[in-house]
C-alpha cells in the first residue's frame, strides 16, 4: 500500500525557518509526483507546490514563491518542504500527498488519492 509519513512540524516564530519531511513507501510508478498542500482553520486546503519524480522538477503556488522550497532525497524516497520568511498567516496544518496521475499533482487537484497524516505548523511570537 502507499503510505506518506509527513513530520517536522512546529512552533516557529515569525521571520524563522523550519523544513518539513514527507517519506513515501509502497509506490512503484517510475514517473510521479509529489505535492505540498496545507489547510489553516476555517479555510479550504491550498496546493504548495510539487515535485516530479525521477526529473525533480519543481512547481510553486504564487502565494509562496520565493519563500519556501521543495527538494528531494532519492535514496531515501523523501521529499522536503524548507520553508524560510514564515508568517502567521503560514499557520496551517500541512499535508503531502501523491496520486497514480502525476498530472493531478501537478496541477494541485485536492483531491488527490493518497495523503500523509499532515504536520501542524504554528507561526507565533
Known amino acids: 500500500q502507499v503510505q506518506l509519513v509527513d513530520s517536522g512540524g512546529g512552533p516557529v516564530q515569525p521571520g524563522g525557518s523550519l523544513r518539513l519531511s514527507c517519506t513515501v513507501s509502497?509506490?512503484?510508478?517510475?514517473?510521479?509526483?509529489i505535492g505540498w498542500f496545507r489547510q489553516a482553520p476555517g479555510k479550504e486546503r491550498e496546493f504548495i507546490g510539487a515535485?516530479?519524480?525521477?526529473?525533480?522538477?519543481?512547481y510553486y503556488a504564487d502565494s509562496v514563491k520565493g519563500r519556501f522550497t521543495i527538494s528531494r532525497s532519492v535514496p531515501e524516497n523523501t521529499v522536503y518542504l524548507h520553508m524560510d520568511s514564515l508568517r502567521p498567516e503560514d499557520t496551517a496544518v500541512y499535508y503531502c500527498?501523491?496520486?497514480?496521475?502525476?498530472?493531478?499533482?501537478?496541477?494541485?487537484?485536492?483531491?488527490?488519492?493518497?495523503w500523509g497524516q499532515g504536520a501542524q505548523v504554528t507561526v507565533s511570537s
Open positions: 500527498a501523491t496520486d497514480s496521475r502525476g498530472s493531478r499533482v501537478i496541477e494541485g487537484s485536492p483531491s488527490l488519492s493518497y
Open positions: 509502497g509506490f512503484t510508478l517510475n514517473h510521479y509526483a
Open positions: 515535485i516530479n519524480w525521477p526529473g525533480g522538477d519543481t
